[in-house]
C-alpha cells in the first residue's frame, strides 16, 4: 500500500490509496524509506554542499504519511473536521537542514492538492490545514504560506541560498519578509536587479 505510493508518486504521478484510515506496517515503513532513500540520493544533487546532506528516516517517513493520509481525507469527504485533524500526524522533529530536505523531497507534491482542495472547498479544513502546514514548512511550500515561518531557513546558510533561488525562479515577492532573505535575494541577482527585479530594493520589510 505504501510502496506502491511511494513508487506511483514519483514514476507516475497517479496514485491510489485506502478507502479506509489505517497506519502502516513495520515492513511497509521500512521498504518505503529504502525508496525514498534513493530518490533523495538524486535529488539531494542539484544542492549546495550535497555530499553533506544526509536523509532522515524519521522526518521522511512522517512527511510521506502525512502525505498518503492527506490525500485519503481529500477523498474521504464524510469525515468531521475533528477527526481529519486527529488523523493527520503531528510533527515532532527538528527543522535542521536534513530534516528539511528530507520533507522537501515528499513536499514538492502538496502544492497540487492544495490546488485540488481549494477548488473543491475553499473554506474545507483540509484546505486550512494545508496553509497552517505551508506556514511551518515554508521552505517547500511558500506559495501556499500565508504566515511564513523562516527562522530555521535565515540561520542555516545552504537553506537560505536554495530558498532565495526558488524565489527568484518563481518571482515570488511575497516571500521577501525579512531583510535577510531580501538582502540575500539582492546578492543572488547582483547587477542584474534593476533588469530583473525593479520592484525588489523598495520592498517593505513588516515584522512577522
Known sequence: MLIDFVKDLFETGKIKVAKEMTDFSENDKEIALEILSRYFETYSKQFPNSHTLNFNVDTAFWAIDYLYKLCQVLLLRELSDEQVLNYLPKYAHKQSRNEVFSVDLIFQ??????????????????????????????????????????GYIENDSVLLDVFCNRIIEKNYTKAIISETIKNNVLTHIGNHSNSFWKEIESIEIKNY
Open 109 to 150: 507534491f502538496i502544492p497540487e492538492l492544495f490546488r485540488i482542495s481549494k477548488e473543491l472547498s475553499p473554506a474545507d479544513v483540509v484546505t486550512h490545514e494545508m496553509k497552517e502546514l505551508a506556514n511551518t514548512w515554508s521552505f517547500s511550500l511558500f506559495e501556499i504560506a500565508e504566515n511564513m515561518q523562516v
